[in-house]
């Protein structure tokens, strides 16, 4: 049967050039450039320790998180750091040794204003999956624990609260995940903040201790892809953290910034290209 062969090489043919016209527009478009600078990372990052900010994360115990509060220590750019979460975390490096840790019942956050107090930055990183916690699970989680935590942390003085939430937001997809992500955006960026930065990362490369079938796949599908374009549908967890950071210690005269995923490897690689230039 030639020609039905023929016919499909040619389906087949139409859809890898589809696969990588789709691909090659998502690596181009975005912007590449760093942001202008008056001065460099390294003068700003000392600028900014100057200030004694202090921050808190949500999600300390997720990858992002975790990651978030490895580098904050590191950098030592905020002089005090809260956690809030559900649970306790045990930290055994003398590292952690000062991190403040606020345990509260999301179900209750009312009555854990005060964990939301004297914060000048905050970081959300937040979340849950509908395969894990269902679907009203998943919107009590990404939707009202984080819009609600948004809320206290304004009153109780945040100046700029950073989001992490996902390519693709939308608050008009017809796909759950991508909608609450969208709607939750929308609603924090109505509370106010002096300074609201949305991060929007792609698949998110690291080795997740918590089995996701999914995820997994979807990441060893994507190692190849990502070794040709970087930032088409993924970003290493490490990028994504370095991004968060940078962006803290940047002026911004934008008061609500959407870096998506090519934004984020920008941000993220600052240094390096710093170094190059
Ligand atoms: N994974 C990806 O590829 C990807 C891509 C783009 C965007 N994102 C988004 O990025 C954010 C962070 O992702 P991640 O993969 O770093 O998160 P993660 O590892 O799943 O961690 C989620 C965090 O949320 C907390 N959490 C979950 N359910 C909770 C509940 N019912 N009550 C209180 N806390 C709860 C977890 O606390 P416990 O440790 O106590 O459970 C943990 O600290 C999420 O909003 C996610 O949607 C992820």
Redesign the pocket.
Known sequence: MPGVRGSGYWIGGSILVLIVAITLHQELSGPSELPRMAKDLQTLREDFRQLNKSCFIL???????KELLKQILQSRLFSKVTIV???KLDFEDEAYKDVNQEVVD?EKLDEYSSAFQGHDVGFC????TKAK?GEA?FI???HD?VLKSAQLAKAGGCQHFNL????GANKGSSFLYLRV?GEVEAEVEELGFERFTIFR????MVD?K?SRPS?WFARKMLSPISYLFPTAYSVP?TTLVRAMLNSAVLQSDKRVELLENKAIHTLGKMEEQEQKS
Do not use: N
């Open positions: 999600g300390a115990s997720g990858e992002t998180g979460g559900r649970r999301f990183c937040l979340g849950t916690s699970g009590r989680v990404d624990y992490e939430s996902s390519k992500k990362p792609a698949v998110l997740r918590e995820e967890i």
